[in-house]
């Protein structure tokens, strides 16, 4: 099991930054990939970044340049730095862990944090 607190959302000018942080409950090497997702209203939620074991990132194209997905494994956190903010951008933001296992993978959520960017 995976708890996973996201922290850092709320409502930022358009051309502004946030940086939103997921705490989880276990060291992150446990987990083999750590991800942003995101789901505005009426919408899927998703892909926003990923950021693997060993510290390989992907990323969605509409997010390259702006966002940057990092980890600090000390604090066991993962955090989402977004930058030049769009209303589009509007969502909320969710974390999520997965955990490779022999016949299937296993996903944790967070709770998600609200982020809203205003024009």
């Known amino acids: 099991q995976v708890q996973l607190v996201e922290s850092g959302g709320g409502l930022v000018q358009a051309g502004g930054s946030l940086r939103l942080s997921c705490a989880a409950s276990r060291s992150l090497f446990s987990i083999n990939v750590m991800g942003w997702y995101r789901q505005a209203p009426g919408k899927q939620r998703e892909l926003v970044a990923t950021i693997t074991r060993g510290g390989s990132t992907n990323y969605a194209d509409s997010m390259k340049g702006r966002f940057t997905i990092s980890r600090d494994n000390a604090k066991n956190t993962v955090y989402l730095q977004m930058n030049s903010l769009k209303p589009e951008d509007t969502a909320v933001y969710y974390c999520?862990?997965?955990?490779?296992?022999?016949?299937?993978?296993?996903?944790?959520w967070g709770q998600g944090t609200q982020v809203t960017v205003s024009s």
């Open positions: 999520k862990a997965t955990i490779y296992r022999m016949v299937t993978n296993n996903d944790y």
